[in-house]
């Protein structure tokens, strides 16, 4: 397709913008109708207005069937910017790629009033248009999902924090109770996160329980017995306590070492041993109430 | 795949070795990888860097940052024209212990990085090509 | 090249590692260290390694090195403030610095020092060291 081409589809919608606008608009708003709460129509119109613009102009400046020319950037960069926030605002991808394909009908109908008569050239014209407008909202389809995946991977982080507390049991005591599955990945995450507290608030003693842990594979008891060693070399003592007899007996059969790593049934047996380790005593007194 | 961006740098001498593992360090800074994730890195790069100056009598280390279908790397290949290890099996078994063995830390090398690749035959020299992957979570 | 610093404190000597040092460094290091324990006839030697970025097997060899000589000249040696970075790495390596005490930082570095002192005094029937 040659510029004369483009430059003529481009004055054609030049031509008819105000009524192009309008269908384009009106075919938005049916296509979200449930979507009233999220954007409102004076938004809408605004959008798409501004959007228009840029489209004409990169239609003259840019190749009618390459987006990925200099003269497509803003487009591009309008449209990922539409697509980004739609994505956190909870659209689903049709609701966000039909800003693209709705204006297919208008565009087409105005094509075909002005070239009807020459039907090679209509051909043409519809042709470049709809393969320029698919790419388009591919394109908004691709900033789309990849902004769900940043989105969710964000959160995932998020919820690997707030799921791994490290409590303060006493005075150079941490307890980090673990719960759910542990998979490699989230296991070293807590490892770190044990070892960085250990030095943040100088405890030389750290209980790590793993009741809450339903299974626990030779994978993720390696990573423990390292969080173990490593703590050891960093000159502080770490235990694991809440080990159920299931657990214990996989452990063995699968041949994974102990050695000299301190292990509990419970975490108040933990407690207690902390307090030995470090010199601390629990006297009985007559309770107060 | 072609490297995004590459640097090779000699590896002949003590400060040689310091500064490879400190380019390492700096690279891995800026492209964001984790702490855990620089330290095995470079660790692994001073000593098989270590490893080309003393028993491979002097050679070079190509740096090389990587992007592949999403996610980042770094690569470090070490090459001598040294002596050569005859038997790589047992190098890469040998641990850091004094008696019989090379004392390489080849295995412990392995262990600290994603990917790990090693050339070498008596009397040819010796590539070491070692690759990182930025994991996903910060 | 620059020397790495050791500090008297007290009836200890104090090595702060701060720089990313070179294999000739730290042998230097070790040398200087033997000097000054012989020379100031310190009984204890905090290795303060917060600074440290890496410890590979050279410096984890040198680490137990002038723990094993601080021992051989009749003084205690601690080695404070491993990086967790660190810790996980030495694992994974397969390093063994068994030989090596450790503490969290050179407060509590200190106070494994002066236990170890008093356990050595008590075993030697004298009084015990006040703190």
């Known amino acids: 397709m040659t510029t004369n081409t483009s430059n003529r589809a481009a004055d054609i919608f030049t031509r008819y913008e105000q009524p192009i606008l309008e269908d384009w608009l009106r075919e938005q708003l049916a296509a979200l109708t449930a979507r009233q709460d999220l954007i409102s129509e004076a938004d809408l119109r605004r959008q798409s207005t501004e959007l228009f613009a840029l489209f004409i102009s990169a239609c003259r400046t840019g190749s009618f069937t390459d987006i990925s020319t200099p003269g497509w950037k803003t487009v591009l960069e309008y449209l990922a910017n539409v697509s980004r926030t739609r994505a956190q605002q909870g659209f689903t991808p049709s609701e966000t790629a039909t800003v693209v394909f709705s204006i297919k009908q208008p565009l087409f109908a105005r094509l075909r009033q002005e070239l009807g008569a020459n039907a090679e050239a209509l051909a043409d014209e519809l042709w470049s248009a709809t393969v320029l407008l698919d790419k388009l909202g591919l394109y908004t389809t691709e900033v789309f999902l990849k902004s769900r995946e940043d989105i969710i991977k964000r959160q995932q982080a998020e919820m690997l924090e ?3 507390p490290v409590v303060k049991l006493w005075d150079g005591v941490l307890a980090v109770p673990l719960v759910g599955t542990l998979d490699s990945a989230r296991t070293q995450v807590v490892m770190e996160g044990i070892l960085q507290s250990i030095v943040d608030t100088g405890s030389s003693m750290a209980i790590v329980d793993i009741t809450g842990v339903p299974i626990v594979d030779t994978l993720v008891a390696q990573h423990l017995l390292n969080t173990v060693f490593a703590a050891k070399l960093m000159g502080a003592q770490c235990i694991i306590s809440g080990i159920r007899p ?10 994974v070492e102990f050695g000299s790593v301190v292990t509990k049934a419970t975490l108040a047996d933990a407690l207690a041993y902390a307090f030995q ?8 007194k007559a309770p107060i109430a | 795949m072609s490297p995004l961006r590459s640097e090779t740098l000699p590896l002949r001498t003590d ?3 310091l500064r490879v593992r400190q380019t390492v360090r700096v690279w891995m800074v800026e492209q964001t990888f984790n702490v855990v994730e620089q330290t095995m890195m470079v660790t692994a790069t001073s000593e098989l860097a270590r490893n080309t100056v003393v028993y491979g009598g002097g050679g070079s280390a190509r740096l090389e940052l990587l992007a592949d279908s999403g996610r980042q790397g770094i690569r470090v290949i070490f090459e001598d024209e040294g002596q050569g290890i005859p038997d790589i099996e047992q ?4 641990g850091f212990t004094t008696g019989a063995g090379l004392g390489l830390g080849l295995g412990g090398s392995k262990r600290l990085v994603d990917e790990f690749e090693i050339e070498s035959a008596a009397g040819k020299g010796t590539r070491v090509t070692i690759t990182k992957w930025k994991k996903s979570h910060p | 090249m620059d020397q790495i610093p050791i500090l008297k404190v007290g009836e200890f000597l104090l090595v702060s590692i701060q720089v990313d040092m070179h294999d000739r460094q730290a042998l230097s290091l070790q040398d200087d260290l033997t ?12 290795i303060d390694i917060s600074s440290l970025e890496i410890v590979d097997s050279f410096i984890g060899r040198m680490l137990g090195n002038m723990a094993s000589i601080t021992q051989v000249l009749g003084a205690h040696a601690v080695v404070v403030g491993m990086r ?6 030495i694992v994974e390596l ?17 106070a494994l020092l002066r236990m170890q002192m008093n356990q050595e005094m008590n075993e030697g029937g004298h009084e015990p060291f006040e703190k």
């Open chain 1, 162 to 164: 707030l799921s791994t």
């Open chain 1, 246 to 255: 299931q657990i214990a007996q996989a452990m063995v059969h699968l041949g």
């Open chain 1, 277 to 284: 380790q470090i010199g601390v005593t629990v006297t009985n």
């Open chain 2, 15 to 17: 400060e040689d070795v």
């Open chain 2, 91 to 94: 190098a890469l078994k040998d």
């Open chain 3, 35 to 46: 000097t000054q324990v012989v020379k100031t006839r310190a009984k204890g030697v905090l």
């Open chain 3, 84 to 89: 967790p970075a660190v810790a996980i790495t």
């Open chain 3, 94 to 110: 397969g390093l063994s610095l068994t030989n090596v005490r450790t503490a969290l930082n050179v407060d509590k570095g200190m």
